[in-house]
Structure formats: structure tokens, C-alpha cells
């Protein structure tokens, strides 16, 4: 056996990668992670950890109104985003140091610098050190896709956005997807108006037709604007430090923050894949097996990086699927059918498995049950939303093969219904479940 200074390098210390890093060396493998900014990736350090947590401030806004209608004198209320964006950072700056103990206390060694391949055994660090390991498992996850056109520097991505001096008035947000919605629903609450501009004629490509639809409905009742089929063609810096974004199909838009939306790319620009012979896609993302190995035999990839499935908790998954396979002696793979997903919106979604189209398309004959009801809470503080549940059957099997849903905490309904999803019930085992009144989840079991 070749001499090594580590059995396991890591490359990005984001969730899959601390988590394979950890239990990689909890079965006693010497183990390195090299990380170029601070422990926690994305989702923890600039993705849906603080997002989420200006989702929970942003719904204040709505929260303190409906107050009165339920008997609370509250007074006008102004928000303070310094307040707000302060504490979300602290947080981050807490979790953070928790996955440092993390690290720490599971004996891996942490660089902090950026790694770089050098060879099938290799790794060089930005401060000119090469050391050697046995396997390499890249976990760079995916960074914002920025456009070019002229202007578009005067732009900023999710990256940036948790960290603004001061809240702006007017927000272009460009992109359809989850990213872009999600940030719509928390600018406007914040007060801002909103201009979403997607070069598509629909957002949230790859969710549930009607779902989306309902929460395109609601977001433009609530007064947020829209802009389909437009492609940017320039964005001027105006005198007093604003934007004017000019698109295509559309008047010119003023704005004081313009946002970029619109994806997120494999980071693998600048790794040295190629000096170990590592097979990339056209997205520039690493082909892997089932076992995330890529087309060099020591080098494995897991999470955004993949491109397979950019979730946080399938991130995870993988680390832990690479670290049992690779130094616990327990081989087992990542099973990616009935992977939950949300959009934490206004109001949010929530779905696991296919979609109306998706289920017709694969399996024919299917039985389509819903229920568009107003939430309780909602009737009384007058708000008109209305809520929308959806599950598809497969018609010869009565199995239940998508689940989808908006409506006032959607997502934590539909994680314990993704459990029923996942283990194959039927209609009938719904049916024949009780349901618990009064709760919007309730409506579950009692689908027509």
C-alpha cells in the first residue's frame, strides 16, 4: 500500500462534506478538510438557514396584522432591517463555530485555504503546500450564475444579499425559480415593490402546474409584478446611486437593488480536475456512479458540485452513503425517488413525488384528488388566500404517487406525508387515517 499524509481530503467543508469528513473519521480514517471561506457551506452560511430566517421575520408583517382582526391592539409597527440582518448573521456566525466543534471534536483537521487537484493522489493549497491522500471527495457545491450583458456588474446574487447596508425600496429580481420567489415573498413583506423578471412564460419549472399557478395568483394579488418572456438588455447606474434595468417586451425599471436569480452553477472552475483525468458534464458538473466515484478511481464528488439533486439533506445523504461505503464497511447507495422539496414563498409550497404531468406521462391512467379550502386562521384575519392540497394515484395500484401542496406551513405538513409517499400507501390508507380536527393538515385524509 502506497504511503499517504491522509486515507480522506475533503474539498468544501459545506453539510456533505462535514458530514462524510465526520463520520469518515469517527471509523478511523485520518482525514483533512481544506475550506476557502467559513465552515457550513452554503445552506448554513449564505443559503437556506438565513433565507429562512428572514422568511420568519418577514411574516411578521402579516402576523401583526391579522393580530387586530383576532382582538390584539397592536400599533403601527415599523421594521428596523439592521435589527434583523444583525441577528441572522450572528446566528450563522454560532452554527458556524458548532460545525468547527463539530470537525474539531471528530479529530479532522481543518485547512483554511483553497485546495486545488493536483493529481489522482494529489492535493496543492492555494499557499503553495501539496499533500497526499489515499481518496479525495470533492464537496464544492454550486455557485450563483451571473448573466453578462452591459450593466449587469451593477447586480447582486444570493450571496450578497444577506449582508445589504440598507433595505431597498424598489427590488428586480431576475429568475422564475425557487430562489427568486422565495426572496419576491420576503422583499415585498419587508415593504419593498418587486419586479420579478424571468425570461420564461412561467415560473418554477419542474413543481405542480396548478400549485405554481396558485402561488403566481396569490403573488400578484398581494401586488408583486411580473415580467415574462423578458431578456435584460442593460442596466444603467443612475445619479442618485439607483438602477434603471431596461428588458425586453417591457418599460424600463426603475430599481435600487437588482438581484440575480436565475441558478446556480457546479464550482468547479479552477479545481485541476483535469490533471486526474476527472470527467465533467456540459454543465461543468462531475460525473458520478451510484457510489458518487467520479472517472478517476481515488477521486469521489458529492452534493450541488453533482448537479444530481441540489438539496442540503441529499448533500447529506451522500456523505454519509460515501463514508459508510468507503471506511465503515457498510455499502449501501442514496435512494434519490420521493425526495421532498419547498419553497419557503408567500405562501410556501411543498411537494414530494411526481407532478400531475410527470405521473400521465409515465404511468397513463391516473386518479387526481384535491382540496382548495381558505385556512381557518385566514378566514378570520379576512385574508382571501386560499390554500391548495393535491395528490396523485396511480389509477390500477391506488398508490399514491405525488403529494403537492401550498398553503400556511405546507412544509411541515408535507415532511410526515412524504413518509406515507415514500413507503408506497394507498388512497385508502389515508382514508382510512382519522383525521385531526381542527388543522389544515387534516385535509389530507380528507381528499375528493
Known amino acids: 500500500m502506497a504511503d499517504y499524509d491522509y486515507d480522506l481530503f475533503v474539498i468544501g467543508a459545506g453539510s456533505g462534506g462535514v458530514r462524510a469528513a465526520r ?13 476557502e471561506h467559513r465552515v457550513g457551506g452554503t445552506c448554513v452560511i449564505r443559503g437556506c438557514v438565513p433565507k429562512k430566517l428572514l422568511v420568519y421575520g418577514a411574516h411578521f408583517a402579516e402576523d401583526l396584522a391579522d393580530a387586530r382582526r383576532f382582538g390584539w391592539k397592536v400599533p403601527e409597527c415599523a421594521f428596523d432591517w439592521p435589527t434583523l440582518r444583525d441577528n441572522v448573521l450572528a446566528e450563522v456566525d454560532r452554527l458556524n463555530g458548532i460545525y468547527i466543534n463539530t470537525l474539531n471534536n471528530n479529530n479532522v483537521e481543518i485547512i483554511n485555504d483553497t485546495a486545488t487537484v493536483a493529481g489522482p493522489h494529489e492535493v496543492q493549497l492555494k499557499s503553495g503546500r501539496t499533500m497526499t491522500a489515499r481518496t479525495i471527495l470533492v464537496a464544492t457545491g454550486a455557485w450563483p450564475v451571473i448573466p453578462s450583458f452591459p450593466g449587469a456588474e451593477h447586480g447582486i446574487t444570493s450571496n450578497e444579499v444577506f449582508h445589504l447596508d440598507v433595505l431597498p425600496k424598489r427590488v428586480v429580481i ?3 425559480g425557487y430562489i427568486a420567489n422565495e426572496f419576491a415573498g420576503i422583499f415585498h413583506e419587508f415593504g419593498a415593490h418587486v419586479t420579478l423578471v424571468n425570461r420564461s412564460d412561467q415560473i418554477l419549472r419542474g413543481y405542480d402546474e396548478q400549485i405554481r399557478d396558485r402561488l403566481l395568483q396569490i403573488s400578484m394579488t398581494k401586488g408583486i409584478e411580473f415580467r415574462f418572456n423578458a431578456n435584460f438588455e442593460k442596466v444603467e447606474k443612475q445619479e442618485d446611486g439607483s438602477l434603471m434595468v ?6 424600463p425599471i426603475p430599481a435600487d437593488m437588482l438581484l440575480f436569480a436565475i441558478g446556480r452553477r457546479p464550482k468547479t472552475d479552477g479545481l485541476g480536475l483535469e490533471t486526474a483525468g476527472v470527467a465533467l458534464d456540459d454543465q461543468g458538473a462531475i460525473k458520478v456512479d451510484g457510489d458518487s466515484r467520479s472517472s478517476c478511481e481515488s477521486i469521489f464528488a458529492i452534493g450541488d458540485v453533482t448537479n444530481r439533486v441540489q438539496l442540503t439533506p441529499v448533500a447529506i445523504r451522500e456523505g454519509q452513503a460515501f ?8 455499502p449501501h447507495r442514496v435512494d434519490y425517488s420521493a425526495i421532498p422539496s419547498a419553497v419557503f ?16 406521462n409515465t404511468l397513463g391512467a391516473v386518479k387526481v384528488y384535491t382540496s382548495d379550502f381558505r385556512p381557518m386562521k385566514n378566514v378570520l384575519a379576512d385574508r382571501h388566500e386560499r390554500a391548495l392540497y393535491k395528490m396523485i394515484v396511480a389509477a390500477e395500484t391506488e398508490k399514491v404517487v405525488g403529494l403537492h401542496m401550498i398553503g400556511p406551513d405546507a412544509p411541515e405538513i408535507l415532511q ?3 413518509v406515507a409517499v415514500k413507503a408506497g400507501l394507498t388512497k ?3 382514508d382510512d387515517t382519522v383525521a385531526l380536527h381542527p388543522s389544515m393538515a387534516e385535509e389530507l385524509v380528507l381528499l375528493r
Not at 414563498?345 to 400521465?360: D, I, K, L, Q, W
Request: glycine share 14%; proline share 4%.
Open 345 to 360: 414563498s408567500n405562501p410556501p409550497m411543498a411537494g414530494v413525488g411526481m407532478t400531475e404531468a410527470e405521473a400521465r
Open 246 to 251: 431596461h428588458v425586453t417586451n417591457a418599460e
Open 323 to 330: 463514508a459508510d461505503t468507503q471506511f465503515g464497511g457498510k
Open 174 to 176: 431576475a429568475g422564475g
Open 416 to 418: 410526515a406525508a412524504a
Open 23 to 35: 463520520v469518515s473519521a469517527a471509523y478511523g480514517a485520518k482525514v483533512a478538510v481544506a475550506e
Open 428 to 430: 385508502q390508507d389515508f
